[in-house]
């Protein structure tokens, strides 16, 4: 489909050119800044398609992270457009976008996938996620953050879920523990970079929904995590966040390539 020409086109070269020095003028005059980069807002196109893209790649991640969509699964762009009643441009701008974050695969001339993962791919999932969420550990001991109510409500109905309920409950449960976690961080890009990473753990966890098992050992874990952030012991959170992680990690992987080795002999 042919773009829609969007207000540039009718612009005037010299708009652009004192866009151009009025950008440069406010790297060069730092003590404006303020003023000029309203200056630069306001050359900003219009977003209409930019946020439908953005609600549909939302609707899509929602889909994902309860299980709607299993690994292999394809998202054809024509038929999300009819169900979601919008053109194919910013569902296929959605479906680049989630691309690129890595949670969905393009295959040439195939189309847009939700990923199967291997034992590689979670073993490298997890190590960001130790990464990511060591960073919000450390965090939250270092500046004394004590707003951790978020963080210990997820941890009681953990700790309720996980006598009867189904392991799907407390599996969600858990995905929201780690976010909660480096939310209390306030920082947007730990945020935005966990969130990403807790979706593919989702989609690993959520191919192997047979045989995944939420003991009460795991919901354990969770708790000796937050006792240690609470009592400000930096070295033990660490090491418990840490093992969490490596311990999640080799889980899933022989239940991975268990599952894999069923498939190829079946
Ligand atoms: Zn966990």
């Known amino acids: 489909m042919a773009k829609e020409p969007g207000p540039q086109n009718n612009r005037h070269a010299s708009d652009d050119e004192s866009e151009l020095s009025q950008a440069a003028a406010t790297i060069s005059k730092p003590k404006t800044a303020s003023r000029k980069r309203s200056d630069v807002v306001a050359t900003f196109e219009p977003v209409h398609t930019e946020s439908t893209a ?24 024509s038929e999300l457009a009819i169900r979601l009643k919008v053109s194919r441009g910013p569902v296929r701008e959605a479906l680049q976008r989630l691309v690129q974050e890595g949670i969905l695969t393009e295959v040439r001339n195939r189309g847009v996938f939700v990923p199967k993962f291997d034992a590689g791919d979670v073993a490298d999932i997890y190590l960001a996620r130790q990464a990511i969420e060591s960073a919000a550990v450390t965090t939250l001991i270092e500046n004394n953050v004590t707003e951790t109510q978020a963080l210990e409500r997820v941890l009681r109905r953990m700790n309720t879920a996980v006598k009867g309920t189904r392991w799907s409950t407390v599996a969600s449960l858990d995905a929201q523990f780690h976010q909660q976690l480096v939310k209390a961080t306030s920082s947007p890009r730990l945020v935005r970079m966990l969130d990403t990473l807790i979706l593919e753990s989702r989609i690993c966890i959520l191919a192997l929904e047979d045989v995944y098992q939420a003991t009460e050992d795991l919901v354990e874990e969770h708790n000796h995590i937050f006792d240690a952030i609470q009592r400000r012991d930096k070295a033990l959170a660490l090491q418990l966040i840490t093992e969490h992680m490596k311990d999640a990690a080799r889980r899933l992987g022989v239940l991975l390539e268990a599952q894999g080795d069923v498939l190829n002999n079946s």
């Open 54 to 77: 953005g609600m549909i790649a939302t609707q899509i991640r929602e889909a994902l992270m309860a299980g709607a969509l299993g690994p292999g699964s394809q998202l054809a762009e």
